[in-house]
């Protein structure tokens, strides 16, 4: 059974970039979300980035202007840029896909991937960032 397969993750120094991939093929032109969450052993999970099936994308406030979610269509591969990083962004990061939960009573529309409704998700891939 095809699955989601997350890689790029490593080691690097405080301030340093990694790029997140994961192979979504099993999703091609559905409408569903995909995205990334990040989970620490005991915690609850966290979401990270989120695109939905109309290109609307959402960032963690905690990091937001520090990533990037992208999607190459032709590829089917999902991305998740990660610039400037800090320790405290170290963890386990998951890809992801599931239900969206949409909010339009404001401008642009809200929506993130819903970490209570996920179809899949992949084994994740550790990122650690040292001061």
């Known amino acids: 059974q095809e699955h989601l397969a997350e890689s790029g993750g490593g080691s690097v120094q405080a301030g340093g970039s990694l790029r997140l991939s994961c192979s979504v093929s099993k999703y091609a032109g559905r409408r569903i979300c995909l995205g990334w969450f990040r989970q620490d052993p005991g915690k609850e999970r966290e979401g990270v980035a989120s695109l939905d099936m109309d290109g609307r994308i959402s960032y963690a406030d905690s990091m937001k202007d520090r990533l990037l979610i992208s999607k190459d269509n032709a590829k089917n591969v999902l991305y998740l840029q990660m610039n400037n990083l800090k320790p405290e962004d170290s963890g386990m990061y998951y890809c992801?896909?599931?239900?969206?939960?949409?909010?339009?009573?404001?401008?642009?529309?809200?929506?993130?991937?819903?970490?209570?409704?996920?179809?899949?998700w992949g084994q994740g891939t550790l990122v650690t960032v040292s001061s």
């Open positions: 992801a896909a599931g239900g969206c939960h949409v909010n339009c009573t404001r401008t642009p529309c809200y929506s993130a991937l819903r970490l209570d409704a996920l179809d899949q």
